[in-house]
């Protein structure tokens, strides 16, 4: 079984899914609330192209409140009703200057940036061991098929860090310029958690980052998350 966790305006490819069973947060018991307005999200549970799969739609982040822990609580569910691999998308800053708004990129490795990781705490031996092993946490396996889909559907499909911070406010142009420094390819503020937990749990990961505009200070002009969420949702498909 496959799980997706969907990013801000990508999340449209589950809507897509075959004999769709639709499950709002809200009707499951110790799932984190919504700390935003509107809809809180569900667990959408269908037939992908074949392959039998569960999305999350509304992942949590840290910006919100939750702790990385429980910002990946929904990855440790997909875990537990048993997804052998999990594709998460994400909306990302460019900080590679070669880089281009709409881009896709590949995520190949991360830095952790955000100052929590979601294994703090004892231990939960069922779940995976104390100190997993990070050296592959993108799998290379599944990298290796992104690739070979993406020549043959004629999609440029990019490749680099991610950075995860935990925002909520953009980062400074000198910010970006550490990121760069630290060898940084993109720069967004999810992810981190959900990827650590799932490698924790022995989940395969494969993770691609939607470039929704270049990062604080690579152009002139200023952020805004309208155009993050409009980018990402004509990348979407
Ligand atoms: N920074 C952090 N997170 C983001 C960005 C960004 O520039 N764009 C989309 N998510």
Redesign the pocket.
């Known amino acids: 079984m496959l799980g997706l966790i969907l990013g801000?305006g990508l999340s449209a490819c589950a809507d897509s899914f075959a004999d769709r069973t639709v499950v709002p947060f809200g009707k499951l018991p110790h799932f984190p609330s919504a700390t935003i307005p509107g809809p809180s999200g569900s667990l959408i549970i269908g037939d992908f192209e074949g392959v039998p799969s569960i999305a999350i739609q509304g992942r949590l982040h840290l910006y919100e409140g939750y702790s990385a822990a429980e910002a990946a609580f929904h990855t440790r569910v997909l875990g537990c009703l048993g997804i052998l691999r999990l594709i998460v998308t994400?909306?990302?800053?460019?900080?590679n200057p070669a880089f281009r708004p709409g881009d896709l990129m590949l995520i190949t490795d991360h830095i952790n940036l955000t100052g929590s990781n979601p294994l703090t705490g004892p231990n939960l031996h069922a779940l995976g061991p104390r100190f997993p092993d990070m050296s592959e946490a993108y799998d290379p396996a599944m990298r290796a098929i992104a690739h070979k889909v993406a020549r043959e559907k004629g999609i440029e499909l990019r490749e680099g860090i991610y950075i995860g911070?935990a925002?909520p406010s953009?980062?400074t142009p000198a910010e970006?310029r550490m990121c760069r420094k630290l060898g940084a390819d993109?720069?967004?503020?999810?992810t981190i958690p959900e990827v650590i937990v799932a490698n924790h749990m022995g989940i395969r990961v494969l993770a691609i980052s939607?470039?929704?505009?270049?990062?604080?200070g690579i152009l002139p002009g200023k952020?805004t998350?309208e155009e993050?969420v409009r980018m990402?949702e004509s990348a979407s498909a």
């Open positions: 801000s994400n909306a990302a800053g460019g900080v911070l925002g953009y980062e970006i993109a720069v967004g503020m999810s939607c470039i929704t505009n270049m990062a604080a952020l998350h993050v990402a």
